[in-house]
């Protein structure tokens, strides 16, 4: 007995020391030499990295609220990391051992887990009930969806911009978002159905997000109505996590659909292009809260209309956030040394184009150009919702608004979460030397900038993304539809010509 | 031999203590509280400390609550509701002032956990009572007497934090603590302005000012005490009290209010 305990004690020693060298070399950056969650990247991050120390608290479990995760939560954070966060998958870059001693000394952070009375126990989860997404079953998950109150956070389409959603606040005084339920690709705890029906179960201890069990106690609901919502939850976000495709493709219309929602808009392709903060120039971004764009396009024979949609929690400027932007700004250290004070900023989006089509591969700089080589931008503010300010930029400190009326048009719709913007303009350019004359055949290199001024973002503190491309598809020439109907006819003619003819030779055979 | 005094005395109170709840409180105590002594035949005894907790200065003024967004929270106000962070009376008492013996109960002495739950509601979208006492071990019984949705977060250190919902009028929740800590904060994330404190004490000796501003600590065998006055604004002050027999005791205390 004895011996076993001293193997054991040894064994663990040998887990601890080991844990700590891979601790030390891949952890402690963002979680801090003593696992208070205080490392040197911990600055840059919203949401911050876990302190281990203290009482343990942990958001992705399989446990009741408040109980402590077990190993197999633990391992699975490691593994596949917390998705829409700053923490990484573990389980391609570290050994099976590796990931087992280091669970071993993050645990050690804490006398919660060497406490024999605050053992985990995983809840007993049941399993999906069928018929998930028919629409009896959404019907029913959006029935609770609203009578357990999630709009309350999450808002009343999900994009997490419910009431009470600027006044979200994790433990430790750090802000967080309500999370976007569109974008079950960022869910820290995963997106799929079985996900989201544990974290309803567990809820996400240390933020606002709680538990949902004792509603089945309290026979508010039931398992399977709890699952509806869960099935509900999960048809909001695509089937699969948005793929980027390099190219937008605008195709040629007869008129130009100006108002967002227009219903010609439909059938038009969508294409999806992530937006990272922008850590390049100070002063640098780490907490972009825009994450994608999601555009479309469309060209006449003389003009161009881009439609572009993002999701954003505020219809900024908005005072009721200014509480918000001071926690972000207390979170983030900023480059400058004293703490700007938090003001109610417009969202913001910047369409950029090279100001020429380029002939070879070389683009201009995609972070809004250089002094010798300038781009062509469209700055849209919700602050004005009305046209954007066409102009150069040289650089992303220097913009020179251009002055002339070939400027593009916008519509915009702030609507539960998302903007919906469609931007206009001529296919041709009065002044071809700075304004972008749109042409077809071409791929012309595009880039998307935003942010949103409820999140403290203004100036350099936006996201961005990187060129991509535009092409105007070029009107389908009539020879393309006639060739192949004047083949089909002289196909037919020269065979009823030989059918003929052989008629001609039997019934000239016959009569001989 | 002073030990021996403590624990009979001790047990008399617990005996009165008891009295009222369920037998079965012994067993929801945890692990580490004793049963009662043995049974005396001993009426309540001990040493009283009361006091009137004031302040000066001028009260910040609590905050205006919009519960717009809550017509059923709203219309249980005539008048636009506010924050409870200082709720002061005439000639400037303090309410919810959370008063405990911060040290003197002899180490080792333990008092089981009364069956009777404490009771926090949350009704018109605030918290009643804003500031309560509990003892290791007894059950909080946390109520929603709104039709609207509550999630009850409770942040602590020495004991584990939990955040669960009640999205409906007539949810219960119980819930115990199980260590001494002043305080636990619990708080509602749909509604930022709602916020109570619980002192979780090891002992019954703790008390939490009504609208008059005074409290009464009662039961405390002979011994030399701490006595901590916290308030949530005002911060904490301490001072002590000794005790011999059954004789009062008074320990006022004043915050100032900046």
Partial sequence: MIHALVLLTIVMAQDTAAG???????????????????????RHMIPPPRDFTGNAVYQIRSTASGDLPTDADLLRSIDEGLSGTAMPAWKTRLSDRQRRDVLAYIKAFSTAFSDTTLRPKPLAFSGAPGGGTSAEAL????????SIGCRKCHGDQGRGDGPSAPTLKDDGQHPIFAANLHENWRFHGGGTVEDIYRRLRTGLDGTPMPSFSDLIDNKFLTDEQLWRVAQYVRSLSPKE????????????TKT??????????TSVDVYWFPLVGQVIHKERWFAPAVTGVWVKAVHTADSIALRVVWDDRSESPDTSWLTFVGRVFKTLDGDDSTREQPAAWPDQLIVQFPVSIPSGMERPYFLMGSASAPVYQWRWSSAARTAPVAGLARGIDRFDPLAGGSGPAAQAVYDHGQWRVVLTRALASTDTASQLPFRTGR????????SDGSNGEHGTRMAISTWYFLALDEPVPARVFISPVLAMMLTLGLGMLVVWRAQQKTSYRRQQ | MNGRIFSVVGGMFLLTVCSKGDRSSVQAAPPA????????????????????????????RNPAID???????KAKYPTTPTEENVVAGPANVLANVFVYVKSGVPVGQTFPAPATPVVLDQNGCRYHPHVLGIMVGQPLEIQNSDPVLHNIKAIAKANRPFNVSQPGAGMKTTRTFSAPEVMVNLECNVHGWMHAYAGVRPDPFYAVTGPDGSFSIKGLPPGTYTIEAWHEKFGTQTATVTIAGTESKTANFTFAAH
Avoid: N
């Fill in chain 1, 20 to 42: 700590r060298q891979v601790y030390t070399k891949w952890c402690a950056g963002c979680h801090g030499a003593d696992g208070k969650g205080d490392g040197e990247g911990a």
């Fill in chain 1, 443 to 450: 791929a012309i290199p595009v880039a998307f900038f935003a």
């Fill in chain 1, 256 to 265: 130009l659909a100006h108002a967002p929602d227009d219903s010609a808009w």
């Fill in chain 2, 67 to 73: 519960m717009s967004e809550e017509a059923a929270c």
């Fill in chain 1, 139 to 146: 019907r029913v998950g959006r029935q609770f969806y609203d």
């Fill in chain 2, 33 to 60: 509280a004793q049963p009662a002594a043995p049974a005396g035949d001993v009426s309540a005894a001990g040493g009283t400390i009361t006091g009137k907790i004031k302040f000066t200065g001028t009260a910040p």
């Fill in chain 1, 241 to 252: 996590a948005p793929v980027v495709r390099d190219v937008v493709h605008a195709p040629l």
